[in-house]
């Protein structure tokens, strides 16, 4: 079954609150982060700095920070940096991100560290509520290895206990590695989730019997494995709205 997120600590250093605005402010954005990033020697958790200051401490690899919500932060080019735990050298990713006030972001680190990969794209999220009856979905794709050595691949939302699809069109096709697909509107209820590689048939993840309330937004992230090396079976769900 796909494994919902565990309770991560939140730790706001009290040298972030210059950049930390109040939830809501005018010149203020949201953001959550991913570390999808296996193959880190080790598997260390890393910080979070937004323009030099810590705003999130001992990121774990497969999990989101905030646990829940979002991290409120000035908007504008803001820098990014993801260094070791309690250290500020050899940062993992050194960069730029550009956030619009007023809007909610999923940053996903992943790439490989062994092969000096490290990307941290940035993804809108679309947190209106969706129309009555339905559920939204997005998947973003963020395994390097992806599925029988292709990246990209085609999402399958089917009755449940379908097992043949060869004559059934992709739900979302083609979600390339690192990107996100477009948000899904379907009528809450029950779905298997099957994803193969894009272009093909054959099933590599299948969860059986997922349940959608009407208003539910989710977003799956897809991770290799612990160390790399192929794409694990259960995503990261992130609950975007309730």
Known sequence: ???????????????????????????SAKFRLVNAIPDIPGNPPFDVLIDGKVVETAVNFDSV??????????????????????????AYFDG????????????????????????????????????????????????????????????Y?????????????P??????????????SVPAGAYDILITPAGFKAINIDDQNQSFSSGQIRTYVLVDVLNGGSMSSTPLVLNDLN
């Open 65 to 90: 920070t905030p646990a829940s919500g979002y991290l409120s932060v000035s908007s504008g080019s803001r820098h990014l940096q993801l260094f070791p735990t309690g250290t500020t050298t050899g």
């Open 171 to 184: 739900s979302i096709s083609s979600v390339a590695y690192p990107s996100a697909s477009t948000y899904l």
């Open 157 to 169: 939302l089917v009755a449940p206990g379908t097992t043949d699809i060869s004559g059934i069109s």
């Open 1 to 27: 079954m796909f494994r919902m997120l565990r309770t991560l600590p939140f730790t706001l250093a009290l040298a972030a609150l210059s950049i930390i605005t109040a939830c809501g402010g005018s010149s």
């Open 96 to 155: 730029n991100v550009s956030l619009n006030s007023g809007t909610d972001y999923t940053v996903t680190a992943t790439g490989s560290a062994a092969s000096n990969t490290i990307v941290a794209p940035l993804f809108t999220d679309n947190n209106t509520a969706p129309t009555s009856g339905n559920a939204g979905l997005r998947f973003i794709q963020a395994s390097p290895s992806g599925l029988s050595s292709l990246q990209s691949v085609d999402i």
